[in-house]
């Protein structure tokens, strides 16, 4: 009977931690850094959320999509500046080179917010959810700050 015991043990053990390698091992390879959200000055509906990724594979992957519970929608956006006015171009997928950081910042990739669920407050934490077409889904915290005042 204890023999049996410890060989079940075994099988829920190795299951477990064999059957979380994979997720793990893909996201391994793309790092997210410096994540935070800066709210909209014109309007409480709307914030944008930057932040950098790091590729660390051999092979390139493309950022597919975001979604965060903070907000009804969140669009991968890319802003051009055309005749001294700003156009944001909404794309369907970022690509990150292999070996290679991408950054999203405020003058250029970023991610718009659209219809936040509740109003977002200077120093709290939202969620995101990236999705890669090869590393798949990550979690990334990222901090609510207001930049042009300096308090980021």
Do not use: H
């Not at 190795?14 to 709210?39: C, K």
């Not at 929608?73 to 700003?86: G, H, S, T």
């Amino acid at each position: 009977m204890t023999f049996l015991k410890g060989i079940i043990c075994a099988i829920v053990f190795a299951t477990a931690f064999y059957g979380a390698a994979p997720a793990q091992q893909a996201n391994s390879l793309i790092d997210i850094e410096d994540a935070w959200v800066r709210m909209s000055k014109d309007s409480g509906e709307l914030a944008s959320a930057y932040f950098t990724i790091l590729n660390k594979g051999e092979e390139k992957d493309f950022l597919v999509g975001v979604t965060s519970t903070a907000s009804e929608r969140a669009l991968l956006q890319e802003l051009r500046i055309k005749n001294f006015r700003a156009q944001y171009n909404s794309i369907t997928k970022l690509e990150v080179g292999a070996k290679a950081r991408r950054r999203l910042s405020p003058d250029g990739y970023q991610v718009t917010l659209q219809g936040l669920t509740r109003p977002l407050r200077i120093g709290e934490s939202i969620s995101l959810t990236l999705t890669f077409e090869r590393a798949g889904r990550i979690e990334v915290s990222a901090k609510v700050s207001n930049q042009m005042l300096g308090n980021r």
